[in-house]
């Protein structure tokens, strides 16, 4: 296993604390368990699907705080039971993700053992490009776009 050491990273950086503490966490911790997928649903729409057969609604938990999204699922396994072989996972988990500026979490279904989360991209009206006419004589008035 290789590991990266990010702190020259650090060192010539000044206001990007968040981008080199993302990256550390990414190349760090990379848990496997549930598998998840991630897919585009639309220009500004994006889907985060996790595969969580055996835990019902109450077992999960979908929280956005700080720009962090955390999904975490507990599960209460049969201590009761002896099983012969165990090849589901029911155990515990927490993962977080990241989400860029303007990203809200609209929604979470549970259907046939899988959580969706729905997520969309809606930029503030003052962040969108707009025109902006500029003034001259009364020959020549032209217009240009500003670029956000």
Excluded: C, W
């Excluded at 206001?15 to 991630?38: Q, S, V």
């Excluded at 201590?79 to 303007?102: N, P």
């Amino acid at each position: 296993m290789r590991t990266f050491d990010l702190s020259p990273l650090y060192r010539a950086s000044v206001g990007f604390d968040n981008l080199t503490r993302l990256f550390d966490a990414t190349l760090n911790d990379a848990p496997a368990y549930p598998p998840y997928n991630i897919a585009k649903a639309g220009d500004d729409a994006y889907r985060i699907t996790f595969a969580v057969a055996g835990f019902a609604d109450k077992d999960l938990d979908v929280q956005v705080e700080n720009h962090t999204l955390t999904v975490r699922g507990k599960t209460s396994q049969d201590e009761a039971a002896t099983y012969l072989h165990r090849g589901i996972a029911g155990r515990s988990f927490e993962r977080k993700f990241q989400l860029a500026d303007h990203i809200l979490v609209t929604g979470a279904t549970m259907e046939n053992g899988l959580l969706h989360i729905d997520l969309k991209r809606e930029i503030p009206e003052a962040l969108k490009p707009r025109k902006v006419a500029i003034a001259g004589n009364a020959n020549t008035s032209k217009t240009i776009a500003q670029a956000a």
